[in-house]
């Protein structure tokens, strides 16, 4: 099982498009996948639902935390990571 802390850098959080996108990129990977608030103190969710990602209220510069169980965990992690915390230098 891996667990990892994010800072969410999105404008807008993980609402309406970014979720949507989120959601899609953790339904590619066998693993179990869940997602919490930690900012908010949120329980975690099951990170392949759109219903409970949109549920935790996440805004720009909330902390989450995902944690990832199954045999495809570690690019799971990687992917999901990509799209929170995006590589600042490659985009110049």
């Not at 404008?11 to 990129?25: C, I, M, N, Q, Y």
């Not at 930690?38 to 392949?48: F, P």
């Not at 169980?69 to 590589?87: N, W």
Request: proline content about 2%; overall charge neutral; hydrophobic content about 40%.
């Amino acid at each position: 099982m891996l667990k990892i802390k994010l800072n969410v850098t999105s404008d807008v959080g993980l609402h309406a498009r970014p979720a949507s996108e989120f959601v899609k990129t953790a339904s590619n990977f066998k693993a179990k996948i869940s997602v919490r608030n930690v900012t908010k103190s949120s329980n975690a969710v099951d990170a392949k639902s759109i219903l409970s990602v949109l549920s935790l209220g996440v805004e720009k510069d909330h902390e989450i935390e995902l944690t990832a169980e199954g045999e495809d965990e570690i690019l799971a992690i990687q992917s999901l990571r990509k799209l929170i915390e995006p590589d600042i230098l490659g985009k110049f």
